[in-house]
C-alpha cells in the first residue's frame, strides 16, 4: 500500500487535566496540584499515537476557530464524499452518529467493490457508548471494537464472553476485539478463535485517559502493517500499558 494513510473519523475535543495526589472521595475538597489543556477526543487520539508509531494518517472531525467551542457538528456523508478514498490503506469510525456512518461505509464498500484487493481499504469501527443507535455499526466494520462498557451494559462479564456474545452481530470474517482494562483484552478472528493478551500495567499509574484510543491505534497499526491478531493484541496492551505510566502521549514510544 505504499505510503497510503489512515484515516481517523469522529470527536476532536478539549480536555482540561486536573493532577491530584490521589484519586478523591465523594463529597470531599482536594487540592489540585496543577492542572493542563490537551487536545482530546478519541479520533484525534488515535491519530496521535498513530503518528507517534510513525505512520502516515488523517483526521476528519470538526474543528473549532478558537480554544471553546459549543455544538460542532459530527461529519456527514457529504462531507465524506469529498474524501479521496484513494489516499487510505485504513479507515476508522468512532461511532458517533451512526446512520450517517453506516452510509460512509457503504461508500467504502462501493469503492473497494471496483479495486483490485490490494488497494481495498480495511474498515474499523469503535463501538464505545452505551447507545441504541450504535449498534447497528457492529455488521459493518472488517474490524470492530467493543469497549468494556458496551460489553457489561449487554450483560457480559469478561471480554471473552462478550466476543462470543457479539460474534453474531459481526460480518463474515469480521475481526472483534473487546479490551477490559486491567484484564488485558480479548480478539476472535474470522476463525472463531479467541485469542487474548494480559495487560502490562505501569509501575505507577499515572493517567488513563486516551488508553482505549492508545491500544485502539496500535493494534490498527499492527494490523495495517501485516501483523497477526495475537501480535497485534499484545502490542495494544503494551502501548496502552505505557500510555498510563505518563502523563498524556509523550514517552510512549521509545
Not at 491530584?20 to 463529597?27: F, L, N, Q
Not at 487536545?39 to 494518517?57: D, K
Not at 493478551?197 to 485517559?209: H, R, Y
Request: hydrophobic letters at 35%; a negative charge.
Amino acid at each position: 500500500m505504499g505510503d497510503k494513510k489512515i484515516l481517523s473519523i469522529g470527536l476532536v475535543c478539549l480536555d482540561i487535566i486536573n493532577v491530584v495526589e490521589k484519586y478523591p472521595e465523594e463529597d470531599t475538597d482536594t487540592r489540585c496540584l496543577s492542572q493542563r489543556w490537551q487536545r482530546g477526543g478519541n479520533a484525534s487520539n488515535t491519530c496521535t499515537v498513530l503518528s507517534l508509531l510513525g505512520t502516515p494518517c488523517a483526521f476528519m472531525g470538526s474543528l473549532a476557530p478558537g480554544p471553546v467551542a459549543e455544538n460542532l457538528p459530527d461529519v456527514s456523508v457529504e462531507d465524506f464524499s469529498k474524501v479521496d478514498l484513494s489516499q487510505y490503506k485504513w479507515i476508522h469510525w468512532e461511532g458517533r452518529n451512526a446512520e450517517e456512518q453506516v452510509k460512509m461505509i457503504e461508500t467504502v464498500r462501493e469503492y473497494n467493490s471496483k479495486q483490485e484487493e490490494k488497494n481495498r481499504i480495511t474498515i474499523s469501527v469503535e463501538i464505545e457508548k452505551t447507545r441504541e443507535p450504535l449498534y447497528q455499526l457492529f455488521p459493518h466494520g472488517d474490524v470492530v471494537f467493543v469497549s468494556k462498557d458496551v460489553a457489561r451494559h449487554f450483560g457480559f462479564d469478561s471480554a471473552s464472553a462478550a466476543l462470543k456474545g457479539f460474534s453474531s452481530r459481526i460480518r463474515k470474517g469480521a475481526t472483534l476485539i473487546c479490551a477490559w482494562a486491567e484484564n488485558g483484552a480479548d480478539a476472535m478472528g474470522p476463525d472463531g478463535v479467541v485469542t487474548h493478551s494480559d495487560a502490562f500495567p505501569p509501575e505507577k499509574l499515572v493517567d488513563t485517559l486516551g488508553a482505549g484510543d492508545t491500544f485502539n491505534a496500535s493494534v490498527i497499526y499492527s494490523l495495517s502493517n501485516g501483523g497477526g491478531l495475537q501480535d497485534a493484541l499484545t502490542f495494544g496492551c503494551q502501548i496502552a500499558g505505557k500510555k498510563c505510566g505518563v502523563h498524556g502521549y509523550d514517552g510512549i514510544v521509545q
